[in-house]
């Protein structure tokens, strides 16, 4: 799993109030913060120095830490973080979005593959192939892979079929039906709302009343 950090950068300091030097230097030094899951965190300082912070037991691998035992400015520099909502909390990772890149916050346990709330499938959204350009409406998001789920007119698994094979076998499956079904007098037929099985990282979601 590929994880993200903040970007490296100061922070504003508060008008309102005087901070105590550890304060003030975690948050106008330029530093990185980067979860790693259990509740640690990789802090990369402004001297370019990378130290281990444990956020729930308050410690740090930092000299200032180690020698003083106080509370150093890479703990609260994760504090902060966390509270601006620039790093994960506890129990979270950041990860980059699969379609746009954008960090987004999910449980560390969780499966990728991960998407921002702009690029999630859900039924009823419009989606194109990235094979063929088609447009196509999800009609259900699966939790199975593509490599559990067999198409039996192919008598192989979704991950195993011809044009899937640069995807990634191990991704969920998605269901969808092509906007065009035929329509007859007394509304859609059935028969023609056959459900394709694609993998999730075929599909690309886009808006409805997007033509290109």
Same mark, same amino acid.
Request: aromatic fraction near 12%; proline fraction near 11%.
């Given at each position: 799993m590929i994880t993200t950090a903040s970007p490296k950068t100061s922070l504003p300091v508060p008008t309102d109030r005087r901070l105590e030097e550890r304060s003030l230097r975690a948050r106008t030094e330029a530093m990185s913060v980067l979860?790693?899951?259990?509740?640690?965190?990789?802090v990369e300082s402004e001297s370019g120095h990378t130290y281990l912070v444990d956020l729930e037991a308050g410690r740090c691998t930092?000299?200032?830490h180690v020698f003083r035992n106080v509370r150093c400015k890479h703990v609260r520099r994760v504090a902060i973080e966390?509270? +601006?909502g620039r790093a994960p909390p506890l129990g979270q990772i950041a990860v980059a979005c699969t379609d746009c890149g954008d960090s987004i916050f999910v449980d560390e346990d969780a499966a990728?593959?991960?998407y921002c709330e702009r690029h999630r499938l859900y039924p009823g959204v419009t989606v194109r192939d990235r094979e063929t350009g088609d447009r196509l409406t999800v009609v259900d998001v699966s939790d199975l892979r593509a490599d559990a789920v067999r198409i039996p007119d192919a008598n192989a698994t979704v991950?195993?079929?011809?044009t899937n094979e640069r995807y990634d076998p191990d991704?969920?499956?998605?269901? +969808?039906v092509y906007p065009h079904a035929t329509v007859a007098q007394n509304g859609v037929v059935p028969s023609s709302l056959k459900v394709y099985v694609f993998p999730r990282t075929r599909l690309e979601r886009v808006r409805a009343d997007d033509r290109n």
């Open positions: 979860a790693l899951g259990d509740g640690l965190y990789e930092c000299p200032d966390i509270t +601006a990728g593959p991960f991950s195993e079929y011809g991704v969920p499956v998605v269901g +969808a």
